[in-house]
């Protein structure tokens, strides 16, 4: 890329793409500031705010793949999208298993409309894990809660039984 006139077709024909591919995917997850074709592993994880490392691991647990010039790791278009669905799904909680599972059946959805229902279905699950946490949470506060309440009132018995 010799100017930067450049890069925002790039990034139009990204977001163009990912319309196009995952129409459930919000334009936020999808960084403008990659540059114009193939992506080297560097300019892929400063634009997804993550490590080296975690881009090696995303390879390892198969989510994306690089082609390699040289002794660099290069990322085409399809797993820059894969990238930006995964940060989705990892900002929403969701484990590298489950995102695995969601990418599988992302990869053999036939339609837009069939890959926004896997999303959705995804979320919604994902919604219901965390109203169950924030349960849980709320029991184990209102415990603590009770228990130095309790606490606090013996405190008090104990101090007006010395007075007696």
Do not use: W
């Not at 995952?22 to 540059?35: G, I, K, M, Q």
């Not at 975690?54 to 010039?69: C, G, N, P, Q, V």
């Not at 837009?112 to 699950?125: K, S, V, Y």
């Amino acid at each position: 890329m010799s100017d930067g006139s450049k890069r925002p077709f790039a990034a139009a024909n990204l977001v163009s793409e990912a319309r196009a591919k995952y129409r459930f995917l919000p334009e936020s997850a999808l960084p403008s500031n990659l540059p114009e074709g193939a992506v080297a592993i560097a300019d892929m994880a400063s634009a997804f705010n993550v490590t080296h490392r975690t881009l090696h691991f995303y390879e390892e647990k198969r989510l994306i793949s690089a082609d390699r010039h040289g002794l660099m790791r290069i990322y085409g278009t399809d797993d820059v999208l894969r990238m930006a669905v995964i940060t989705v799904c990892r900002e929403t909680g969701m484990s590298i298993a489950v995102i695995q599972e969601i990418m599988e059946k992302l990869d053999e959805a036939e339609t837009p409309d069939e890959a926004e229902a896997i999303f959705r279905t995804a979320l919604n699950h994902r919604k219901r894990e965390l109203i169950a946490e924030m349960s849980a949470l709320n029991r184990q506060m209102q415990k603590v809660t009770d228990l130095l309440d309790y606490d606090s009132a013996a405190e008090a018995l104990d101090t007006r039984g010395d007075d007696i």
